[in-house]
């Protein structure tokens, strides 16, 4: 079945993991602010409390970014008769998309989950329903370094009150009859939320940590996720098209991968949360989104007006 673009990730259907994030992170600042921040003395709560709502307000900026952001090629946006113009004028490392029936840049990659050509195709993200690429890509990563912030000092915090606690139960019980918001909470109860939000949120800033790490590696090696999934497994030299790296790139240097170890980029490679993609479709294509992968093959057709474009799977 053919499906309309999806313009922005606030688009129906929205992800059930992108619904659920909403709903973690909306919990986890009110129990936080009701709670835990409310158990601080005047000391931490003056170092705590800006950057702590810093930081909230930018991953709300951050991911409403880039969530809302079409990140799609700028050529499939253009009107018909200046895409023809175009195919004309073509660049011939200029690949042809055959579902948007446009050329696109080198480093775009068409994802199913959206429908459309992403401009510099990094990863189809279901955490904010929506792609990244050139367009968003700043805005993501700003997201997940605020979202550590954010979290890192919630586990701080937790893990302060719980030292506390553990240390002189009498000091900590007078402390929580002397905060008027929680003062007739039984102690037994306000630890349990604080075991649960340091189990929760822990594991949460480790996997964002790995994600940040990761990003950083690509950013400095110029590559997207896309290319350091199809290196990794192909087993070539990380870099970028630009320098002949990548998946685009005309040579390739022979070798062993330089990439990260697996215990910092399986995170990359987790199907958890995407479905399961159809058997005939390659295993290269089959992580964060179906994308069109050059092969040496011509296809059976040609673009309206244009030549006959490098063959595609996807």
Known sequence: AVHEMRVTGFDPPLHPFQIASWAVFGVDVAAYLCCVFALLDRG????VAPLYLVSVVAVVWATARATSCNAVDPHVMQREDEALQREEEQDDNMPFCRICGVYVN???K????????????????IWINNCVGRGNYRAFFAAIC?????IGMV????????????????????????TAAIGGVPPGVVVALLVVMAGVNLPLLVLDVQLIVLH?????????TYEYIVNKREGRVAGSPKDGGGEGGSAQTSGKAKTLPPWLDWIVFCRCGRSRRPQQLPRENSELSELAKPVDSEPSGSPPGGPRPRAFRS
């Open 44 to 47: 931490w709560k003056l170092l």
């Open 146 to 150: 605020s979202v550590a912030v954010m």
């Open 106 to 108: 080198s480093r775009s």
């Open 155 to 178: 586990c701080v915090t937790c893990l302060a009150l719980l030292s506390m606690y553990f240390r002189d139960k009498r000091s900590f019980g007078q402390r929580l009859q002397d």
């Open 216 to 224: 950083v590696y690509l950013t400095l090696h110029d590559l997207t």
């Open 110 to 125: 068409h994802c199913r989950a959206c429908n459309k050509c992403v401009d510099l195709f990094d990863h189809h993200c």
